[in-house]
């Protein structure tokens, strides 16, 4: 079908209840400023090509695009669409097994150390084609699309070897070019030592070596990432590799992204800050220390509460502290087949208010436009405002803080990705 919207008319957005535009700085807002998401009454947006030309009230957008098509919201809430900046959409089979198995009380870093977990995976996708990768990665994100997410990233990290790692970056690529989402790809071959180094005498510094000198030069070389992510937790990658594995990917160009202070705090959140990486992901475990270093750093602290509810800890990362410290808090799916696949991004906002205990504005600003920092991508995603990337969506209720309130329900009824559509049909 001829995407709408991508013709060079102007088509303009009206007859929202409310429009919450999250405009204001083109960066990462902090503290108090995640406070305001600027919601409007009886305000249009008009797109034209793949950016917003005019946010205005829907009349005077009718007066400056005369004869432009118009998209009735039927009362609808207009919104930017949500940037989900951080997922592993890329796998194979789920893991059902290991998720019965948390709940007896074995814990995720002993089910990874009996070899399931991230090697789990690992095995699973290896056996698998490119093909069949895509196949089942495409679905995926129409079910994001379908929640009213525009802008996905993407981690590989379950090849661990160079030509797996290469043929998952290479799936995401393909995943780019089909003109559905925006797709950013994280080169994520530090997840884990694979099984067939850990216990090889200098396995892990052979595989360290293997992603600095074989994986990282290829994926610069082959423009097949943004950034390069690290899972720094104890037991997994500690500071020292990660402040190695993620200079030598910067080196070549790839900016840094780091699982941090996951489950443990082993000082990531501290080395993130220190390095001035994009982002520092999860910080469940994080310490005061690591909360006033994010809070004083450019990085952004991208938060998955989705994922501590599946592992079943009772713990959330400390984002009132991150938030009231002065931090830019983001908030993200970690959509994946071991601690959470989840594919909605409205259960993500839910789990902010209830779990994370952000108001319903900062939220909302969590899953825009401090996502889109968290991709490096503030200067033209995450609010509706003109020049901005037409990414934008229309959920089927009449007050921003519907949203995260009604969890569970499936209200986005439209979304554009940059001025096409991408559900319902893309
Ligand atoms: O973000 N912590 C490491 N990586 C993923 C989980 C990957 C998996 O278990 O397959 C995460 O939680
Ligand atoms: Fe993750």
Redesign the pocket.
Known sequence: MTALGNDGIVTIFVNAAQTVTCAGPARARRGTEMQDADVRRGCGVAVQGDRIVGVDADDALRRRFPGAREIDCEGGLLAPGFVDS?T?AVFGRARYEEHELRATGVPYLEIARRGGGIHASVRDLRARTDDDLFALAVPRLRTLAAGGVTTVEI?SGYGLTVHDELRSLRVIARLAAIGGLHVVATCMGAHEVPMEYRDAPDGRRTWIDCLTGELYPAVAAEGLAAFADVFCEPGVFDVAETRHLLAAAAALGLRSKL?ADELHDGGAAALAASIDAVSA??LAAISPAGVQALARSRTVATL?PA?MLFLGTGRQAPARALIDAGAAVAVAT?F?PG??PLQSFPLVLTLAVSELRMSASEAWIAGTVNGAAALGLAGTTGQLAEGFRADLAVHAVDDFRALPYWFGERLCTLAWAGGRACHPSW
Request: aromatic share 0%.
């Open positions: 951080h592993h981690k699982h992901d999860h998955l994922t970690d994946n601690t959470s």
